[in-house]
């Protein structure tokens, strides 16, 4: 059962939500949604989960749950695993990130919540040396 795993704390891995740039020029509606790994040691078996939700001129919207499923990830490397529209911005977009370390679980909840998605909440993003929105 669920409650007798044992998920340990994880650290040292991202999401960051940076503007989508084709043949040199930012597509202004889109951004790409990258999962991080800024351990060294690589990380294996991801299971990405993601769904968008939140209110939006008072009607609920839920998106449908995309779910996939990733190898191996090394250490200090990043992949794109999905793309956000401009619509998608206005709701919060949640991504579950569960991960083999080592032979142990690892299992985390990211949440980009309502319009963070946003230049305002630009960060520096290590290893895509961009600026972007990121959660650890």
Same mark, same amino acid.
């Given at each position: 059962? /669920?409650?007798? =795993?044992? *998920?340990?704390?994880?650290t040292?891995?991202? /999401?960051?939500? %940076?503007?989508? =740039?084709?043949?040199? %020029?930012?597509?202004?509606? !889109?951004?790409?949604?990258?999962?991080?790994?800024?351990?060294?040691?690589?990380?294996?078996? =991801?299971?990405?989960?993601? !769904?968008? @939700?939140?209110?939006?001129?008072?009607?609920? %919207?839920?998106?449908?749950?995309?779910?996939?499923? =990733?190898?191996?990830?090394?250490g #200090? +490397?990043?992949?794109?695993? +999905?793309?956000?529209?401009? +619509?998608?911005?206005?709701?919060?977009? !949640?991504?579950? %990130?569960s991960?083999?370390?080592?032979? +142990?679980? *690892?299992?985390?909840? @990211?949440?980009?919540?309502? #319009?963070?998605?946003?230049?305002?909440?630009?960060?520096?993003?290590?290893?895509?040396?961009?600026?972007?929105?990121?959660?650890?």
């Amino acid at each position: 059962m /669920l409650k007798d =795993i044992d *998920f340990k704390k994880v650290t040292d891995l991202a /999401l960051a939500v %940076v503007p989508d =740039i084709e043949d040199g %020029v930012v597509a202004p509606d !889109q951004w790409k949604v990258y999962l991080l790994n800024l351990r060294k040691e690589p990380i294996t078996s =991801i299971m990405v989960s993601s !769904q968008g @939700y939140g209110t939006v001129d008072d009607k609920e %919207v839920k998106t449908s749950v995309l779910r996939q499923l =990733i190898d191996f990830l090394g250490g #200090e +490397e990043f992949i794109a695993i +999905e793309i956000i529209t401009e +619509e998608l911005t206005l709701i919060s977009n !949640q991504f579950w %990130v569960s991960f083999y370390l080592d032979g +142990e679980l *690892f299992d985390k909840k @990211y949440v980009f919540v309502r #319009e963070s998605i946003n230049e305002e909440f630009y960060t520096h993003i290590p290893l895509l040396e961009k600026k972007g929105v990121m959660i650890r």
